[in-house]
C-alpha cells in the first residue's frame, strides 16, 4: 500500500477546492510511515546523543526492528486493543514502539519523562496499561507507582539495567534485550478508523483527558506539514524539534508527517532547551524545517550572529501555542536569511486546523493564518452554533466528516466528548468545538483571542489549574491556593499560586521552594509555580469556589 497526501494546487483557494481524503482501506500508520518507501535504505532516524555518539537508521532499519518490538510484546501478552505506556524521550525506543503498537493493532501511549509520580501514576491506571517502556532515568518513578497500577504486567526499561526483577506485580526487562533478529511479523488489520493513540491533554477543571485518535491522525497533519515548510517536501529536507516526544506538538507536526513523505528526522534527547546546542544540531545534521515553541524561538534570538557561526541549512520554521510578535518574524528575515516562520494552530483533539505558507499568502504577525485544506475551519457562535459574522468573535470549530485529524473520543469519558461535540450544526453536521475564541478578517485570516476556561499555556505545555492546585493542597502549610496564568515575555505565561496558609504555618522562600518541588515531583517540571503570592484570604465565589479571574487582576 502506497499513500501519499498531495497538494498539487498552485494557489490555496485551489487547493481548498480540489482537497479529499482518499485512504485506501486497510490502512496502518506504521505500515504507512516506514513500511512503503521503495527506497528503504534512505535514513529516516539520525540519532544524536549529548556525548557526540551518533547513530543512524534507514527506513527498512526502523520496519525490521519495529517488527522485533512487535514480537516482543505480542510475546508478554499484549494483544490487540490493549494500551502500552511509551515514557522515553527522543530515542528510538520512544518511536519502534508506537510502530510495533499499530502494527499489532494495540494503542500506545505517549508519556513525558517529566512526569512525576502523581501525573505518571493517574496516566497508567486511567488507560489501563498492561505493558510499560520506560528510560531508565524514570526508574524510580514507576518503581514507586506501579503497585497502584492493577493493569500493569510488564515494564520494559530502555538505557539501564533494572534494579529489581518486579515493580509491584510487573516483571521488568531490559528493552535492549529484545530479540532483534525476529524481524519478521504480520501486520494487523486495521483501517483508518481503528484507535491507535491516546494522548493526555490537561484542562481547567478535573483530571486530564486522555485524547483517544485513529490510525488516520498522522495523514491529518499532512496537508499543514506541506504549507508551513512552504510547500518544500524535497529528497534534501532533514526534520527537527526540541519538542518532547510525548506531545502532539512533536510527533504531529513534525515527526511522523515527515516520515509519511519519506524525510529524515533528528532524535535528541536534549533536556532543557539550550539554543547553543540547538544551533550545533541544525548545523550539524542540515536541517532545513523545524517545529520551534515560541519560547525557544527567543532564546534563539539571544544568540548573536548565527548566520556567521553556524552553517545552516534551514529554510522554514514552524511555530504555536502563542501569537507570533513582529519581531520574531524580523529576526528571521534578518538573522536567518529570510527564513519563513509560520504560526499554527491546532489542540490535541484536533491539530494543525490553521496554519500559514508563504507561497500562498503572506504572513500577518499575531495571525494564526487561514484554514488548512482538508479541515473545514468555521467560528461560530458558542450558543447558537451558527457561523458568526466576519470581524465578530465565536469559538473556533471544524467539522468532523471525514477528517481524519479529529480525535475520536475522550477516554472514559463520553460526557466530555459530547460536551465538546455540537451535533446538527452548521449544514447539518456534527462539528468538534475547540473551546479557543477567534475572529475571522474579511481576508479569511483568523485571529486568536482566548481560551473560554482557565486553561494556561506556559513554554508550549498546556497546563491544567485544577492539578497543580490539587498537588499543592496536599503541603500541610497551605490551607487555599488559586492557580492562574500570567503574562511572561519569554514563555507566554508563567504559572502564578496564591496561596493561603494555614493558621500556624510560616511563609516564606522555604514554604515557597518546598511548594515549588512538590509540584515537580507529583506533576512535571514545567508544572511548577514560577510566582508563589501568600495572602491571609482568597477571593470566592457564593457557592464557595475560588475566582480564579480576579487573581489575575490583582
Not at 533494572?162 to 525476529?182: K, L, M, N, Q, T
Not at 526534520?239 to 518532547?244: N, Q, R
Not at 525557544?296 to 544568540?303: E, N, P, Q
Request: charged fraction near 30%; charge should be negative; hydrophobic fraction near 40%.
Amino acid at each position: 500500500m502506497t499513500y501519499f497526501v498531495t497538494i498539487d494546487a498552485e494557489t490555496y483557494e485551489g487547493a481548498h477546492e480540489s482537497f479529499s481524503w482518499d485512504v485506501p482501506e486497510g490502512f496502518n500508520a506504521a505500515a504507512d510511515l516506514v513500511g512503503k518507501h521503495d527506497d528503504g535504505e534512505r535514513v529516516a532516524l539520525y540519532q544524536a546523543a549529548p556525548d557526540g555518539d551518533h547513530d543512524a537508521y534507514t527506513f527498512d532499519e526502523i520496519d525490521a526492528r519495529s517488527n522485533a518490538v512487535a514480537n516482543a510484546l505480542e510475546s508478554r501478552g499484549l494483544e490487540y486493543g490493549d494500551r502500552v505506556a511509551v515514557v522515553v524521550p527522543q530515542k528510538p525506543a520512544n518511536v519502534l514502539t508506537h510502530l510495533a503498537c499499530w502494527k499489532l493493532g494495540a494503542v500506545s501511549l505517549p508519556l513525558s519523562v517529566l512526569f512525576g509520580t502523581d501525573a505518571l501514576r493517574y496516566r497508567l491506571t486511567d488507560s489501563e496499561a498492561r505493558i510499560a517502556v520506560v528510560d531508565a532515568s524514570q526508574w524510580e518513578t514507576i518503581r514507586e507507582v506501579a503497585p497502584d497500577c492493577p493493569a500493569l504486567e510488564h515494564v520494559l526499561v530502555v538505557d539501564g539495567e533494572p534494579e529489581a526483577e518486579r515493580v509491584g506485580d510487573a516483571p521488568v526487562s531490559r528493552f535492549s534485550g529484545i530479540d532483534w533478529e525476529e524481524t519478521a511479523y504480520e501486520v494487523a488489520d486495521t483501517d483508518v478508523d481503528t484507535p491507535a493513540i491516546v494522548m493526555y491533554t490537561s484542562g481547567s477543571t478535573g483530571e486530564p483527558k486522555g485524547v483517544l485518535h485513529t490510525h488516520g491522525v498522522w495523514l491529518g497533519h499532512c496537508p499543514a506539514f506541506s504549507m508551513y515548510f512552504e510547500r518544500d517536501v524535497r529528497d534534501d529536507a532533514v526534520y527537527w524539534t526540541p519538542a518532547d516526544w510525548a506531545w502532539i506538538g512533536a510527533l504531529g507536526d513534525l515527526v511522523f508527517p515527515a516520515w509519511h513523505y519519506g524525510q529524515p528526522v533528528v532524535g535528541y534527547p536534549m533536556g532543557s532547551f539550550d539554543p547553543e546546542t540547538a544551533f550545533e544540531l541544525m548545523a550539524e545534521f542540515d536541517v532545513t524545517g523545524t517545529f520551534l515553541p515560541p519560547t525557544a524561538i527567543r532564546m534563539l534570538m539571544d544568540v548573536d550572529d548565527p548566520t556567521d557561526r553556524y552553517e545552516l541549512s534551514i529554510r522554514a520554521i514552524c511555530s504555536g501555542g502563542e501569537p507570533l510578535t513582529p519581531e520574531i518574524l524580523e529576526w528571521a528575515d534578518e538573522e536567518l536569511a529570510g527564513t519563513a516562520v509560520n504560526e499554527l494552530y491546532g489542540q490535541t483533539e484536533a491539530n494543525l486546523l490553521v496554519t500559514n505558507c508563504r507561497e500562498w499568502f503572506p504572513a500577518r504577525a499575531g495571525s494564526m493564518g487561514k484554514p488548512v485544506p482538508g479541515h473545514d475551519v468555521a467560528v461560530l457562535d458558542s450558543e447558537t452554533g451558527r457561523r458568526v459574522e466576519t470581524g465578530e468573535i465565536g469559538e473556533i470549530a471544524v467539522r468532523r466528516g471525514d477528517d481524519p485529524v479529529i480525535f475520536e473520543e475522550y477516554w472514559n469519558a463520553p460526557e466530555k466528548t459530547e460536551h465538546v461535540t455540537l451535533e446538527d450544526g452548521p449544514d447539518g453536521d456534527d462539528w468538534h468545538l475547540t473551546g479557543d475564541l477567534a475572529e475571522r478578517d474579511e481576508d479569511g485570516y483568523l485571529w486568536f483571542k482566548s481560551r473560554d476556561d482557565d486553561l494556561i499555556i506556559t513554554s508550549g505545555y498546556r497546563v491544567g489549574p485544577r492539578e497543580v492546585e490539587e498537588a499543592i493542597l496536599e503541603h500541610p502549610a497551605v490551607a487555599q491556593v488559586g492557580v492562574v496564568g500570567i503574562p511572561d515575555e519569554r514563555r507566554g505565561e508563567i504559572i502564578k499560586a496564591v496561596v493561603q496558609p494555614a493558621e500556624t504555618a510560616s511563609t516564606g522562600d522555604v514554604l515557597r521552594e518546598e511548594v515549588r518541588e512538590l509540584v515537580r515531583d507529583r506533576l512535571a517540571e514545567y508544572e511548577y509555580p514560577r510566582e508563589i503570592e501568600f495572602r491571609d484570604e482568597l477571593p470566592q465565589t457564593t457557592t464557595g469556589k475560588i475566582r480564579r479571574t480576579a487573581l489575575k487582576e490583582t
